[in-house]
């Protein structure tokens, strides 16, 4: 059995709350008691889902050892609120919620009635829990909080194949920022690509299969050698009448987006050897192409 194992309470039974919870599960390193939803059908869908606990209420969960709060980041203060005033004692138990972009510290009125508290972002997309417990493994897991709390996740985390790590008090914000631009905006980005190609003739599919092989390789450079030296294409050449060319032809708001990551992009190429040239990228960044508005 493993040295873990304890009682684990899980309110809010979403994506992220199942996949950690069944791993978990499988793993013997918690036993599930209590299991909170806004209704009482999707508890017990989400314990069917999990293997274990059961369909419970703020007021009346079971004594546990560790809870996690995976509701929405908007509800995790109202249910840190509710939580502590349910019960005066918090002593020797640990409280966690999984947020990215919020703090430990939203659970400080459970600090005050005794519990350890700590946020743990696994850096992963929950989209499918059914899809998401095959792959957690090798998950980047961050951890801030409380030394006693933290120590807890770390082995919790490992032991269902995480790879926890601590993070700095304060640089919360800074480290959801990071992942949103890198997930998000990823995506993004690939909808502007494939929609610039829509313009050019080609459908959907189409530009997929031509944009995956080049975003894959150059995502792939960027982190194995580092974004500078994977840099290409016309702003690191210094080639202006391109740059010029791209912006005449681009609608908006996809050219508004392409100066403003033309810019990033031209700080990012700060060591390229041609300093005349970037010079007038950056000129033709600023300029105003009005032949498409």
Request: charged share 15%; hydrophobic share 50%; net charge neutral.
């Amino acid at each position: 059995m493993n040295i873990l194992q304890g009682s684990f309470n899980l309110i809010g039974a979403g994506r992220v709350g199942q996949t950690l919870a069944r791993r978990w599960h499988e793993a013997g390193v918690f036993q599930l008691g209590g299991v909170v939803t806004r209704r009482a059908d999707r508890a017990a869908k989400a314990a069917a889902f999990i293997g274990a606990g059961q369909p419970s209420t703020l007021a009346q969960l079971p004594a546990a050892a560790v809870t996690l709060i995976a509701t929405d980041d908007g509800r995790l203060a109202e249910v840190a609120a509710v939580l502590a005033a349910t019960r005066a004692d918090w002593q020797g138990c640990t409280v966690f919620h999984v947020s990215g972009a919020l703090p430990a510290a939203v659970l400080l009125p459970l600090q005050a009635r005794g519990a350890a508290i700590a946020s743990a972002h696994p850096a992963m997309s929950f989209a499918d829990p059914a899809h998401a417990v095959g792959q957690f493994d090798g998950t980047p897991v961050a951890l801030e909080g409380d030394a006693a709390a933290c120590a807890l996740l770390h082995s919790a985390f490992a032991a269902i194949g995480g790879q926890p790590f601590a993070l700095a008090a304060g640089a919360k914000t800074h480290y959801h920022a990071a992942l949103s631009m890198a997930s998000n905006y990823l995506v993004t980005l690939t909808a502007l690509a494939e929609s610039t190609l829509g313009e050019a003739g080609l459908s959907p599919v189409e530009a997929r299969a031509l944009l995956a092989p080049l975003m894959r390789q150059s995502l792939d450079n960027a982190l194995t050698l580092s974004p500078a030296v994977a840099l290409t294409g016309p702003i690191v050449r210094g080639d202006a009448q391109t740059v010029a060319a791209h912006l005449a032809a681009l609608l908006e708001p996809t050219r508004s987006l392409y100066r403003a990551l033309g810019r990033a992009t031209l700080t990012l190429a700060a060591d390229s050897p041609y300093p005349a040239e970037r010079a007038a990228v950056a000129t033709v960044l600023e300029a105003v192409y009005d032949l498409r508005d």
